[in-house]
């Protein structure tokens, strides 16, 4: 099974508008962390935000949110206000296994993305 | 800058070679790992490794090498080439504990090799 799941594999949205990017996860850990990253053509990797499973608040991080909805297991990326430069790739991500007991985890399991395109 | 460090951008290779693609941090993480991103597929997990001395496989390691002999550096190496590792290579650290998982992996700028 997939640990997690992307099924947007395309999106446009306009300039100015907000748009949601859906991502749902499968783990049996109660103790994980979630991540979005985004990859602008030129193909970096820029971290964006982070949820962990135990926060109870939903993550911000300027123009980016992270509406978290632990018990349907979903983490969807919500960028508001869209920007032309917010044409890119974006990968939803887990890394499982944070408790103390499993030494803080290390591995990261990505999504295969949605490709965001914005619209003038 | 701080960060991870890449090396080569770009190679093209020929079927049955071998090479190593290096990869250096300096913000003295404990984990770093290896992924290959492929069109449609995401970024899979090749090797990782949790501290100097330590390394483990992750999906997808047939064909590829790594050791870790300082907190450093971490290469990845091609036995023998094949055009099926025709991908972007990246590597990616972090910190370790739980609390400080937050600030996310950090990845190098990726290797683009070709196979011939």
Known sequence: AQKITQTQPGMFVQEKEAVTLDCTYDTSDQSYGLFWYKQPSSGEMIFLIYQGSYDEQNATEGRYSLNFQKARKSANLVISASQLGDSAM???????GLGVLTGGGNKLTFGTGTQLKVEL | ??????????????????????????MNHEYMSWYRQDPGMGLRLIHYSVGAGITDQGEVPNGYNVSR???????????????????????????????????GYTFGSGTRLTVV
């Open chain 1, 90 to 96: 974006y990968f939803c991500a887990m890394r499982e």
């Open chain 2, 1 to 26: 800058n701080a960060g991870v460090t890449q090396t080569p951008k770009f190679q093209v290779l020929k079927t049955g070679q071998s090479m190593t693609l290096q990869c250096a941090q300096d």
């Open chain 2, 69 to 103: 002999s300082t907190t450093e550096d971490f290469p990845l190496r091609l036995l023998s080439a094949a055009p099926s590792q025709t991908s972007v290579y990246f590597c990616a650290s972090s910190y370790s504990g739980s609390g400080l998982v937050r600030y």
